[in-house]
C-alpha cells in the first residue's frame, strides 16, 4: 500500500527523468529463532518501493510492524529469505540481495549510508574519529575530513570540548547527534535513517529536517522512519506502509 | 717408529677412511658442517679430541707436526698431543711453522704466513655459530640449507645494543665462500684475516659434537658486521715487550707477585724467532 | 571486485590429525584490505585451519593460494620450503596467542622487530635502530624500552613488540591466532583499538582467530563460523552477529552479554 502525501512543491526536478537509486521487490523476512525450539517469527512478505534521486519515502506502520528491520535488511544488516534489493551504485544498479560480502562493503562504503536509532559505540573512540572515518574509508585525506567532521558537528551543536571524547559518557541527544554526523558526512547518494530526530531537542530536530532536507536537493535517495510529525511532514513526500500482512505497493 | 700395540696413528684404518671422506666432503662444501663418527680418544672431550682424529686421519710418516694451544708449543695441552702422535705415529715434530706440513691449533693461528701444501686442523668446541640464538640443531640445520643468517645479524646487533660496537672478540662469525656461516672455533678475532684466501688448507674438528668441516686453500672468508659497525681486529698500544713487534697478537702476562704486567707475542715461536734473528742486546729480558 | 584481486584464495582445505578432521572442506577469498574473523569455540578447528593458512601444517587436502607481491596467484604449498620461509618473513605475519611463541626472550624488543629487517639482508645498525624505534612507537612503546628484554615487560606490551616485530616488513598478510587472549580485559581493549587503528592505518589484510566476538565486532568485516571443523555460516560481521542463521550463531551470539 502506498500513499502519497502532500508536500509543498520544492526545487526538485521532474522524478520521471531519473533512474530509481533504491529498488525493492518482492521481499520477504522472518526470524528463526533456534534457541526456542525453532519458532518462526515473521516480519514482512512481499515488501517492494523504488525510490528515485532526490525523493524521501518514509515507512509507516505501528510499533513492531518491521519498519527498523526492513531499513536494516536494505543495508545487509539482516538477511532477507526472499527478493531483490538493488541499488543504483557507481551508475549501475547492482544487486544486494545474496551478493558477496565485499560488493556490500563497497556499496555502503561509497553509496549506501544508514543512521540507526541509537548509536553503536564503538568503545575508547573520539567523536571526531567516529565522524571522519567513512570519509577517510573512502580515501579522503585526513585533514579534510577532520575540517569537515568539525564543520558538521559544530552545526550540530556538539560542544568542541567533546570532539576529542568517545561518546560512550555523552547524552542521549549528543550520542545520537554523533551518529547522525556520521551518517550524513560522507553525503551518500541513498540514505536510509531510522527515527534519526528521537531524543533531539525541538532546537537539534530542526538542524536535522535541515540536514535531510539539503541532502534531498543534492538529490539523496532516502527512505526514513520518522515518528515526529513535525519531521515527517518537512521531509515526507511519499510513505510505504510495512507488515507481514501487506502485498507489494 | 711408534710404539707397538697401536695401529699408526692411534686409529684404526677403517675409522681414518672414513674421516678422510668427511674431509673430502667438507672441503668440497666449504663451511658446511659434516657429521661423523666421532671415536673415544684417550682424553677428555675439551682437549682436542676433534682436532686429534683429523690429525690421525691426515698424519702420513713424512709429516711434521707442529701442535699449539693459545699460541704456545709448550703448554701441557699442546705437549701431550704432540708426544701422542710421536708415540704413536712415530712422525718427527717441529715448533717451527714453516718446517710444519701439519699444524694442530687451539685458539690460534700462526703469526708467520703459511704455505701450500700446508694443512691447519682446528680444535673445535661449538662447530654450531647460531647455537646461542637458536637452540633446536633441526632448526639451524635448516638456517644453513636455506641460507638464512639473519639471526647471526641480530646476535651482533644485541652486541651494539648493549656495549655500543660488536663486542665478540673470539670465535667471531665468518661467511665461508659467501654460502656458509661458520664458526671459526675460539680463536681471537685477530686472526679472522688469515683465514681469508689463505694459501693452506684449514680443516675443523669437533669430537664432542662429532662434526668437520673446511676451508679450501684460497678461499673467501668474510667476517660479520654491519656497514656502521665494520669488522676490526684488535691493536695494541705498545709493541711486545720481548721482541717488539707490533704486529702480532698480545698476551697479557703477569710477572711478579706486585702485579707488574707486560704484553708480550702470544704465539711463542714468533716470538723466539724474531728474538734471535736480532742481537741479543736489543732484547729486553 | 575482479577475481585477480584475491589476495588468498582457499578451496576445500581439510586437516586430519589421524581419524579426526580437524577442519573440513573450508572455502573462502581475501581480498587487499580485509579483516576476516575467524569464530568459533575452542576445538572448533579455527587454530588448525589458521596453521595451515599460515604453511605450519601441511592440510590432508584443499588448496590455499597467494597472490605474490609480483602479482602471481601461487598455491602455497607448492611453493619451496625457501620460498614459504622468505614469506612468513616478509609479506606475511603471524602473530601468537602467546607472545613467548612469536618473540625471542633472550634478546632485546630492537632485535625482536631488527629481525625481519637482518633477515632480508639489512647490515645498518643505525637504520635497523631506527626502524625498530619507529615501529615500538606505532605500538606505544617508547625508545627508551628498545634495548629491554621483553621479560622485563607486562603481558600486553609483549603481544605488542610481537606486533610490531611483524609489521616491520610491512606485510600484505597477517595472521592472528586469540591477539587479546589471555590479556587483562583493560589490556585486551587497548591492544585492540592499537590493532583496529594499524590494520585501518596500513591498510592490513589480515586472518584473526579468535573466540571473543567483541574483537571481531571491532576488526574484522567478515566472519567465519566454525564448529566441528565446519564453516556453519559466514557473511558480513555485522550481519553475522546481529541477525545470525545457524542455530550454532544464533546460541554463539546469544551467550554473549549484550552491552
Redesign the interface.
Known amino acids: 500500500m502506498e500513499q502519497c502525501i502532500a508536500r509543498p512543491a520544492t526545487a526538485t526536478a521532474p522524478l520521471p527523468a531519473r533512474p530509481p537509486m533504491l529498488e525493492v521487490r518482492g521481499l520477504d523476512k522472518h ?5 526456542q525450539g525453532g519458532v518462526r517469527i515473521p516480519v514482512f512478505e512481499g515488501a517492494g518501493f523504488e525510490v528515485r534521486a532526490g525523493e524521501c519515502l518514509t515507512l509507516a506502520g505501528p510499533s513492531g510492524a518491521g519498519k527498523s528491520t526492513l531499513l ?1 535488511c536494505l543495508y ?4 532477507v529469505q526472499r527478493g531483490s534489493i538493488r541499488v543504483r551504485h557507481r551508475g549501475e544498479p547492482v544487486e544486494l540481495v545474496g551478493a558477496p ?6 556499496v555502503r562504503r561509497a553509496t549506501l549510508g544508514h543512521v540507526s536509532q541509537f548509536l553503536r559505540v ?4 573520539a567523536s571526531i574519529d567516529l565522524v571522519m572515518e567513512p570519509l ?1 574509508a573512502r580515501g579522503v585525506a585526513a585533514d579534510e575530513a577532520r575540517a569537515r567532521a568539525e564543520a558538521l558537528l559544530a552545526r550540530l551543536n556538539i560542544p568542541p570540548a567533546l570532539w576529542a571524547l568517545a561518546p560512550a559518557t555523552f547524552s542521549g541527544g549528543e550520542q545520537q547527534r554523533v551518529n547522525i554526523a556520521r551518517g550524513f558526512i560522507a553525503e551518500y547518494p541513498v540514505m536510509l535513517l531510522d527515527e534519526p530526530t528521537a531524543s533531539l531537542d525541538a532546537d537539534n530536530r530542526s538542524i536535522v529536517i535541515q540536514l535531510i532536507q539539503d541532502a534531498l536537493a543534492r538529490g539523496a535517495a532516502i527512505v526514513g522512519i520518522f515518528h515526529d510529525e513535525e519531521v515527517r511532514a518537512a521531509v515526507g513526500q511519499r510513505s510505504y506502509a510495512v507488515g507481514h500482512t501487506e502485498a507489494a505497493a | 717408529m711408534h710404539e707397538a700395540g697401536y695401529n699408526f696413528a692411534y686409529l684404526d684404518e677403517q675409522t681414518k677412511r672414513a674421516i678422510r671422506r668427511g674431509l673430502l666432503k667438507a672441503v668440497a662444501i666449504p663451511g658446511h658442517q659434516v657429521p661423523f663418527a666421532s671415536r673415544e680418544m684417550p682424553l677428555p672431550y675439551g682437549w682436542g679430541t676433534g682436532g686429534i682424529q683429523l690429525t690421525a686421519a691426515l698424519l702420513g710418516r713424512e709429516d711434521v707436526l707442529k701442535v699449539i694451544d693459545q699460541g704456545a708449543d709448550d703448554t701441557t695441552n699442546a705437549v701431550s698431543i704432540r708426544r701422542f702422535f710421536a708415540r704413536t705415529a712415530g712422525v718427527a715434530t717441529t715448533t717451527r711453522v714453516v718446517e710444519a706440513t701439519l699444524i694442530q691449533t687451539r685458539h690460534r693461528i700462526p703469526e708467520a704466513p703459511l704455505a701450500e701444501g700446508q694443512i691447519v686442523v682446528f680444535q673445535v668446541p661449538i662447530p654450531e655459530p647460531l647455537r646461542w640464538m637458536e637452540a633446536s640443531e633441526r632448526e639451524t640445520r635448516r638456517m644453513h640449507a636455506l641460507k638464512e643468517y639473519g639471526l647471526m645479524h641480530v646476535s651482533l646487533y644485541e652486541d651494539v645494543a648493549r656495549h655500543g660496537r660488536i663486542a665478540k672478540t673470539y670465535d667471531y662469525p665468518v661467511m665461508v665462500a659467501g654460502r656458509y656461516l661458520m664458526s671459526p672455533s675460539p680463536i681471537p678475532k685477530f686472526d679472522n684475516p688469515k683465514l681469508d684466501r689463505s694459501p693452506a688448507l684449514q680443516l675443523f674438528g669437533a669430537g664432542r659434537e662429532r662434526r668437520l668441516y673446511a676451508v679450501p686453500p684460497y678461499t673467501e672468508v668474510n667476517s660479520l658486521d654491519f656497514d656502521d659497525h665494520p669488522f676490526t681486529v684488535e691493536r695494541w698500544s705498545q709493541p711486545c715487550a720481548l721482541c717488539g713487534a707490533t704486529d702480532s697478537y698480545l698476551d697479557e702476562i703477569i710477572t711478579d707477585d706486585a702485579g707488574t704486567r707486560m704484553l708480550v707475542c702470544s704465539d711463542t715461536d714468533h716470538c723466539g724467532a724474531r728474538r734471535a734473528e736480532r742481537p741479543a742486546e736489543e732484547c729486553t729480558p | 571486485m575482479s577475481d585477480d584481486e584475491v589476495l588468498l584464495r582457499v578451496r576445500g582445505l581439510t586437516h586430519r590429525y589421524g581419524a579426526r578432521t580437524a577442519c573440513a572442506q573450508v572455502d573462502f577469498d581475501l581480498h587487499p584490505g580485509e579483516v576476516l574473523g575467524i569464530v568459533g569455540e575452542s576445538g572448533a578447528g579455527k587454530s588448525t585451519l589458521l596453521h595451515c593458512l599460515a604453511t605450519r601444517l601441511q592440510p590432508s587436502a584443499g588448496t590455499v593460494e597467494y597472490r605474490c607481491a609480483d602479482g602471481r596467484l601461487r598455491e602455497v604449498f607448492a611453493l619451496s620450503e625457501a620460498e614459504r620461509r622468505l614469506l612468513l618473513r616478509t609479506e606475511w605475519g603471524l602473530v601468537h596467542q602467546n607472545p613467548r611463541d612469536g618473540l625471542r626472550m633472550e634478546v632485546s624488543a630492537g632485535g625482536n622487530v631488527g629481525e625481519r629487517l637482518m633477515a632480508v639482508g639489512e647490515r645498518h645498525y643505525g637504520r635497523i635502530r631506527t626502524q625498530a624505534a619507529h615501529w615500538l612507537a606505532q605500538v606505544e612503546i617508547g625508545a627508551e624500552r628498545l634495548d629491554h628484554l621483553p621479560a622485563t615487560f607486562s603481558g600486553g606490551m609483549q603481544q605488542r613488540v610481537q606486533i610490531a616485530r611483524n609489521l616491520v616488513s610491512r606485510p600484505r598478510l597477517l595472521f592472528m591466532d586469540e591477539p587479546t587472549g589471555g590479556l587483562d580485559v583493560s589490556v585486551q581493549a587497548r591492544l585492540l583499538d592499537l590493532l583496529r587503528g594499524l590494520v585501518a592505518q596500513l591498510g592490513l589484510s589480515a586472518i584473526v582467530v579468535t573466540h571473543d566476538l567483541g574483537v571481531v565486532r571491532l576488526l574484522a568485516q567478515r566472519l567465519l563460523v566454525m564448529r566441528g571443523g565446519r564453516v556453519v555460516e559466514q557473511g558480513l560481521t555485522d550481519q553475522v552477529l546481529d541477525d545470525p542463521q545457524h542455530p550454532y550463531t544464533q546460541l554463539l551470539v546469544s551467550s554473549i552479554l549484550r552491552v
Not at chain 1, 545487509?76 to 538477511?79: A, D, M, R, T, V
Not at chain 1, 560480502?101 to 563497497?106: E, G, N, P, Q, S
Open positions: 526470524f528463526i529463532l533456534h534457541m536494516r545487509g544488516n539482516y538477511l560480502a565485499r560488493r556490500v562493503l563497497d564503538i568503545p575508547r573512540v577517510l
